[in-house]
C-alpha cells in the first residue's frame, strides 16, 4: 500500500457529522425501517457570496426537510435526487436534515458548516489504493476554512472531478493501473481555491485476498482432486511437464491453499496411475479467481482414450467465482469420455497467456440421498393431555374428524402408515388436502396459543398449514420458513399469526402451494402454555436411534463430552441446570454468547452427520444462532433461527448449510447478536 501526506497553506471550513433515529409509530408498518445512511453534500460558490448548495443523500429516503441554521424558521422540503440553494453570511452553522422514506418513518441527522471568506489553509491529502477493491484510489482531504473538496484523478479521457465534503472521503477505480498525476483543489466561499499535484501509482490487487467459500459437502458424496476439505488422490501432479509455459505456485490465503497458474496457456493435472471413477458423481465443482478481466478459462476432464471436452470458465475479475457443472454436459458434448476412468484435467487460458487463475476446491460431487421415508417416529410430545386439542396423535385422544383428505379437487391420496407401533399419515402427490373436524359443532380455539405438526418429506419445496373458520367465512395459512427434508421436522407456529377468528375453526388444509410432494405427518395438536416464563414440562423427547446421533447434550443419548462449559470468553452469560420432569436442561440468563468446548485434542468428526437438532425455551430472546467452529483451521460459521417465545421450538438445520470444515469440530456458541436474554436448552445433537 503507497501513501501520501501534504500540508500545505490553506484556509477550509469544518464539517462534522452527528446523527440519530427518530421513528414514527405506525403499528401496521412494523417491518418497515427507516431511512439510513443521511448525510448531505455541500456544494459553495467560490465568490465571496456565501451561496452554499445542500444536496442530502440517504438510503430509503424520498424526500428531505432541511432545516437551514440560520434565522430561517422553516425547513425547506427537497425531494430525493434535488438540491436547495442558501445565501449564508459569515459564520457557523448546524443544518439538520429530516429523511422521511415512503411511508413515512423518518430519520435525521446534523452537520456543522462554517462559512468564511478566507481562502483555505493546512491542506493535508492522504492518497492510498484501497486495500480490497483493485485499481481504486482513496483520497481524503482536511484544511481549514474549506468545504469540500475536488480530486482529478488524471485518467485519460475522465476530466471531471470527484467531488466530497471536507474531512471525507472521494474514490475513483481506474481501468489500469500505472502512475496518474492526482490534483486536489480545496473549495470554501473565499474566491481564492487551493490545490496540490502529485503523482502517484495505483496498483492492481493481483492475487485473491480472501479464501475460496469452504466446501459444505458431505465427504462421502465428494472425489476430491484439489481441496483442503477432502483428501485427495496420491499420487497427483499438478504440474506435469507437458510442454507449457505456464508457471506454478501454490499460496495460502486466511490458512486455506490454492494452486495459481500463472500466464495461463494450457496446463494439466495427472492422476493417471490411479484413474477415478467419477461414475456416480454428478456435478464437477471448481472455485476460480482471476484479476484479469476479458479472461476465459477452459476446463476439461480427460479420461483414457484419452477423450476429453471443455467447459468455459467465464470469469468475473477481482472475486471468487464457483462453477458447479453437470457431469452431463461433458458426456452430452462427447460420448467418449468416460466418467469412471478419468485420470487427467486440463486448463486452457484464452487468449492463451492472457491471464492468471488460481484454482480452488475441483471435485466431483453427488448430491447426498435423501430419505424418502422415516424409520423412526416423530419425537415424543410432553404437553399435559389437559392442555392439549388434538386433531392426529397416537399421544393425545383425538377431537374428532369427519372428513379427512376430502374431494375438493385435489390430487393428493392418503394411507394411514404404521412405523414403531405408531400411527402416521402419509400424503402422496400433495398438492392441498383438506381436514374436517365438524360443521355442526367448530372447534373453539380461542384458548389456545400454538398449533403443532410434525412432518417428514423427501421432496416438498413449501408446506404450509391452513385455518379456516366457515362459520364466518375466515382463514389464514402459515407456511413452514424453509423446507427440511429427509428427517422428521417439528414445526410450532403461534396462533395469533392467524389473522382470522378461531374461535369456530371447522376446517384445516396442508398445502404445498401448487406442488406435488410426498409429506408424512403426525402430531398435529393445538395446545396452551400455563407459563410463557419458563418451561413446566420438557422437550419432546427424541426417537433417533443412537447409531445415527452426535449428542453434544441430551438425557435420550451419551454425551461425545464437554470439557468446557460457558467458558470465560468475556460473555455476560450466566448457567445453571434445571430439572423438569426428571430431565436435566440448560438455562442460560443474561446470554449475549455462550461457547461449549468438546475437545481440542480430539476434534469432533461430523463429516457423516446430516443435521443438528436442539430444543430451545425462551420468554424474550428476539434473535438467537448456533455457531459451529473448526479451531483446526480456524473455520467457523452461524446460522440464526427464526424465533418463537413462551414455548418449546425444536430447530433442525442441515449441516450443508454450515460454510464450515465440519471433520473437526471443537467449539459449539450460542449466540443472540448482543442481546441479553433467558434461554433454555435441550437435546442439542448431530444426526442423520
Known sequence: MQKIKYTIGLLIFFVSFTGCEEEDNFNYLDEVTAPTNVSAVYDITQDNTGTVTIT????????????????????????????????????????????????????????????????????????????????????????????????????????????????????????????YTIKVVAKGAAIETTEITQEFVVTAILQPLVAAPTPTK????????????????????????WGQSTS???????????????????????????????????????????????FIAKLSPISTGPNETAYDLNLIADQWTSFDIPLAFFTDQNPLVDLSEIIQFKFDGIPSGGGTIFVDNLYFYKQPVVATAPDVVAPDPTFNASDVTSIFSDSYTSIGISELNPDWGQTTTIATVNVGGNDIW??????????????????????????????????????????????????????????????????????????????????????????????????????????????TVEAPTPNIGSSDVISVFSDSYTSVGISELNPDWGQSTTLTDVNIGGNIIWKYESLNYTGIVTDYGNPTDLSSMSYVHFDYFTPDATTLGLKLVNTVISSEDIKFVTVKTGTWVSVTIPLENFAVDRSAITQLLFDTSGASATVFIDNLYFHN
Open 56 to 179: 442530502p443523500n440517504g438510503d430509503g429516503a424520498t424526500t428531505y426537510n432541511i432545516y437551514l441554521g440560520d434565522s430561517t424558521t422553516q425547513p425547506i422540503l427537497v425531494k430525493q435526487g434535488s438540491s436547495t440553494t442558501h445565501i449564508y453570511p459569515e459564520g457557523s452553522f448546524t443544518i439538520k436534515i429530516e429523511a422521511i422514506g415512503i411511508t413515512g418513518l423518518k430519520t435525521e441527522a446534523s452537520q456543522d458548516l462554517v462559512v468564511s471568506f478566507k481562502a483555505p489553509e493546512n491542506l493535508e491529502v492522504l492518497i492510498e489504493n484501497d486495500p480490497a477493491i483493485s485499481k481504486q484510489l482513496n483520497v481524503t482531504a482536511t484544511a481549514d476554512f474549506a468545504t469540500m473538496f475536488d480530486v482529478y484523478f488524471g485518467e485519460e479521457g475522465n476530466d471531471d472531478p470527484v467531488t466530497a465534503n471536507i474531512g471525507e472521503m472521494a474514490s475513483f477505480v481506474y481501468q489500469e493501473p500505472g502512475t
Open 218 to 241: 458431505s465427504p462421502e458424496d465428494v472425489i476430491s482432486i484439489y481441496s483442503d476439505t477432502y483428501d485427495n488422490p496420491d499420487p497427483i501432479n499438478y504440474y506435469p511437464d
Open 248 to 294: 506454478f505456485t501454490q499460496i495460502n490465503v486466511d490458512g486455506d491453499n490454492m494452486i495459481q497458474y500463472g500466464g495461463l496457456t494450457y496446463q494439466g493435472i495427472d492422476f493417471s496411475s490411479v484413474p477415478l471413477d467419477a461414475s456416480a458423481m454428478e456435478y464437477l465443482h471448481i472455485d476460480v479467481w482471476t484479476a484479469d478481466s476479458d
Open 426 to 535: 402419509l400424503y402422496e402427490s400433495l398438492n392441498y388436502t383438506g381436514i374436517v373436524t365438524d360443521y355442526g359443532n367448530p372447534t373453539n380455539l380461542s384458548g389456545r396459543d400454538f398449533v403443532h405438526f410434525d412432518y417428514f418429506t423427501p421432496d416438498a419445496e413449501k408446506l404450509g398449514l391452513k385455518l379456516v373458520n366457515t362459520v364466518t367465512g375466515t382463514e389464514d395459512i402459515e407456511f413452514v420458513e424453509t423446507v427440511v427434508k429427509g428427517t422428521w421436522v417439528s414445526v410450532t407456529i403461534p396462533l395469533e399469526n392467524y389473522a382470522f377468528d378461531r374461535s369456530a375453526v371447522t376446517q384445516i388444509l396442508f398445502d404445498t402451494d401448487g406442488g406435488s410432494a410426498k409429506v408424512y405427518i403426525d402430531n398435529l395438536y393445538f395446545y396452551s402454555e400455563p407459563d410463557s416464563t419458563q418451561p
